[in-house]
């Protein structure tokens, strides 16, 4: 017997499309070769058939690789799909809307800034499935100093109340600064982040990402940050998820 064979039988018995189907198949096939090896009469044959076997069994091997794969896959596209709809539905809540005269309303009334940004805040918190904690930042009148709204304690918000926007800060107020995030990984490996070390050990975090507020024409309005217990780098996802939180936020707090 050789792999001729083995073909001849695979398009004499066509598989379905389904990958377990074909996996069932498969293992079948390296059974049925299995039973003439033991039978089989010269050792060549037996050498043969077990070749082939050989053959089907990793035959079967990629197909359960692929199956894997697309699960993983169709998972994948489901929790983004969910994320997103979650990103979606926060933009609703706090971001106002225009009607057909043109009357622009928030659909939560008079709801404090607070309010509003927190509904942003907990969106990020759900996407990363409670793995961040997430803050906004609003800049005072001379984009000289940050102020926090919502998101992390009290306690915490009194040690970087004022928080100095400039060139040589750190994090948020670096980010404001330069108009662009600022990723820290890991707050430890980070030179600007020493004389301020003793705040990331007592709130328990290592991994700080900043991302700037910016209003119509550049104007600066504040920053939001994620904050993560161990190192982590941002991935394209949360990047997008910060990127919509970010034009969210703008629109709430510019009409504020």
């Not at 539905?89 to 005269?101: C, F, M, Q």
């Not at 102020?147 to 060139?167: L, R, S």
């Not at 948020?172 to 430890?188: E, F, H, K, W």
């Amino acid at each position: 017997m050789n792999q001729g064979t083995a073909h001849s039988l695979f398009v004499a018995n066509p598989m379905a499309d389904n990958h377990s189907d074909k996996i069932k198949v498969c293992l079948s096939r390296a059974a049925d070769l299995r039973g003439q090896a033991v039978t089989a009469a010269d050792t060549v044959s037996k050498d043969e058939l077990r070749g082939l076997e050989s053959q089907w069994l990793a035959i079967a091997e990629s197909y359960k690789l692929v199956e894997q794969s697309e699960r993983y896959l169709k998972g994948l596209r489901a929790r983004r799909s969910a994320a997103h709809e979650r990103i979606v539905s926060a933009r609703r809540k706090v971001e106002p809307t225009t009607d057909a005269s043109g009357e622009v309303s928030a659909p939560a009334g008079n709801a404090p800034l607070a309010d509003l940004l927190g509904i942003l805040v907990r969106t990020a918190i759900e996407y990363t499935h409670g793995n961040a904690r997430a803050a906004f930042y609003l800049a005072d009148g001379e984009r000289k100093t940050l102020h926090h709204v919502t998101g992390m304690p009290d306690d915490y918000a009194k040690f970087v109340d004022g928080f100095a926007i400039g060139p040589e800060s750190l994090a948020c107020g670096l980010c404001v600064s330069m108009q662009r995030p600022v990723i820290t990984p890991d707050v430890i490996a980070e030179p600007r982040w020493r004389p301020w070390l003793w705040l990331p050990r007592q709130f328990d975090y290592r991994a700080c990402w900043s991302f700037p507020i910016e209003a119509a024409g550049g104007r600066m309005l504040g920053s939001f940050a994620m904050y993560y217990k161990e190192p982590t780098e941002a991935t394209s996802h949360e990047l997008d998820l910060a990127a919509a939180l970010t034009r969210a936020a703008s629109t709430v707090i510019a009409r504020r």
